[in-house]
């Protein structure tokens, strides 16, 4: 059974650090992994999707890792915004998504 | 494109009666479609699977004759919450694959169920 882990469980930085956030899971078997946004009281937001046969993918100021052999995968969000401020959940995928309880991330102005 | 509409985005109901949440894929057709389950600061947890025109399956754990999945169409699956109790209260969110990404689900913007 696929068990992710996030770390940190909840980050709070002033406006404008550069962030990692990192995700690690047990069972490389997966296809693909993505991370998401989700507000409070929302639904999710895709962020980025990386297939397993790459190593990173870029949106903009978001940049996602994949090292699958070791089950890790990292966020790097550069110069973040009080718009970032989310909880960021990562998901491996296989036949089914499995989701870490996420990173609850606050940054304030 | 891919995008999934769920309906309601909120739903506030008496203990004992039953909730009907529905879930569309607008611009694709969804092959299969997640229904998810996620409690307050807790990650979102997987409750069935269901492919169109075939029973759901369900996760261990879940009940599947108080959670009735039906996917009668490539656009559109519901999920009914049968004689709501309290602890069913939570948010419920759904997701659909298929369109053209393979392995992608394109999530739906969630219900939050308030059982009173």
């Known amino acids: 059974k696929q068990e992710v882990t996030q770390i940190p469980a909840a980050l709070s930085v002033p406006e404008g650090e550069n962030l990692v956030l990192n995700c690690s899971f047990t069972d490389s078997a997966i296809y693909n992994l993505q991370w998401f946004r989700q507000d409070p009281g929302k639904g999710l937001t895709s962020l980025l999707l990386?297939?397993?046969?790459?190593r990173e993918q870029t949106s903009g100021r978001l940049n996602a890792s994949l090292d699958k052999s070791s089950g890790r995968s990292t966020l790097y969000i550069a110069a973040s915004q009080p718009g970032d401020s989310a909880t960021y959940l990562c998901?491996?995928?296989?036949?089914?998504?499995?989701f870490g309880k996420g990173t609850m991330l606050l940054v304030s102005p | 494109g891919a995008v999934v509409s769920q309906h309601p985005s909120w739903v506030i109901c008496k203990s004992g009666t039953s909730v009907k949440i529905e879930c569309r894929s607008l611009d694709f057709q969804a092959t299969t479609m997640f229904w998810y389950r996620q409690f307050p600061k807790q990650s979102l947890m997987l409750m069935a699977t269901?492919?169109?025109?075939?029973?759901?399956?369900?996760e261990q754990g879940v009940e599947k004759d108080k959670f009735l999945i039906n996917h009668a169409s490539l656009t559109l699956s519901t999920l009914t919450v049968t004689s709501a109790h309290p602890e069913d209260s939570s948010f419920y969110i759904c997701s659909a694959g298929g369109g053209t990404g393979k392995n992608i689900q394109y999530f739906g913007a969630g219900t939050r169920l308030s059982v009173l």
């Open positions: 990386i297939q397993s046969s790459q």
């Open positions: 998901a491996p995928g296989y036949s089914t998504l499995t």
């Open positions: 269901s492919n169109e025109g075939s029973k759901a399956t369900y």
